[in-house]
């Protein structure tokens, strides 16, 4: 079955560059979600989209932006990095089925801000 | 505020032992319940959800609890193996701020020892 897919897996950047994190959803699945975990601690929320359109907004620093697009891939726009940005990130796919809903995770971008 | 805490922090075990996982939260109100593996360094693998209606669900090895009531849920793990070896999350779903939000526990790190 599909999953879903995160790119680049790695990332290793300098302070004060710029980072794009690109998503794809499983296929039918409406929301995206995308977390940040930093090492040792637990997933926290960023920012989601349903049906392309900012949906929530969680802890996402305004350096950050995130987007949406008509084949609903998302990308996690990073700018300014600072080493505190140095982490792994997880985008999440969700699909209401029969009144269940479910959210089902990306293999995560861990980026490494130098 | 709901808080999702797990305990313990850290377990290590012998192969072929029973054990259970904690999982506690503050608010009851919960849409559902997801329990998660992660193994170092990579991604989130999705492993039972119980819905707020239901009380356990069961797959292989594992059978994860939910008593709603009392803001508890169990993974119980049957006859472990090393590659069990894991850190193992649970999320509660909610709705918070006018949307549903996932709020991750900071994990169970288990060993399972040859």
């Known amino acids: 079955a599909a999953g879903v897919i995160q790119s680049p897996r790695h990332l290793i950047k300098e302070k004060r560059e710029t980072a794009t994190l690109k998503c794809y959803p499983i296929?039918?699945?409406?929301?995206v979600y995308w977390y940040q975990q930093g090492p040792g601690q637990d997933p926290q929320f960023l920012i989601s989209f349903y049906e392309k359109m900012q949906s929530d907004k969680g802890s996402i620093p305004d350096r950050f932006s995130a987007q949406q697009f008509s084949d609903y891939h998302s990308e996690l726009n990073m700018s300014s990095l600072e080493l505190g940005d140095s982490a792994l990130y997880f985008c999440?796919?969700?699909?209401?089925?029969?009144?269940?809903?479910?959210?089902?995770f990306g293999p995560g971008t861990r980026l490494t801000v130098l | 505020k709901q808080e999702v805490t797990q305990i313990p922090a850290a377990l290590s075990v012998p192969e072929g032992e029973n054990l259970v996982l904690n999982c506690s939260f503050t608010?009851?109100?919960?849409?559902?319940l997801q329990w998660f593996r992660q193994d170092p360094g990579k991604g989130l693998t999705s492993l039972l959800l119980?819905?707020?209606?239901?009380r356990e669900q069961t797959s292989g090895r594992l059978n994860a609890s939910l008593d709603k009531s009392s803001g508890r849920s169990t993974l119980y793990i049957a006859a472990s193996q090393p590659g069990d070896s894991a850190t193992y999350l649970c999320a509660v779903r909610l709705l918070m701020d006018s949307s549903y939000k996932l709020i991750f526990g900071s994990g169970t790190r288990l060993l399972v020892r040859p």
């Open positions: 999440a796919s969700r699909i209401d089925r029969g009144g269940v809903s479910e959210q089902f």
């Open positions: 119980i819905q707020s209606s239901q």
């Open positions: 608010d009851s109100a919960i849409y559902n």
């Open positions: 296929p039918r699945h409406d929301t």
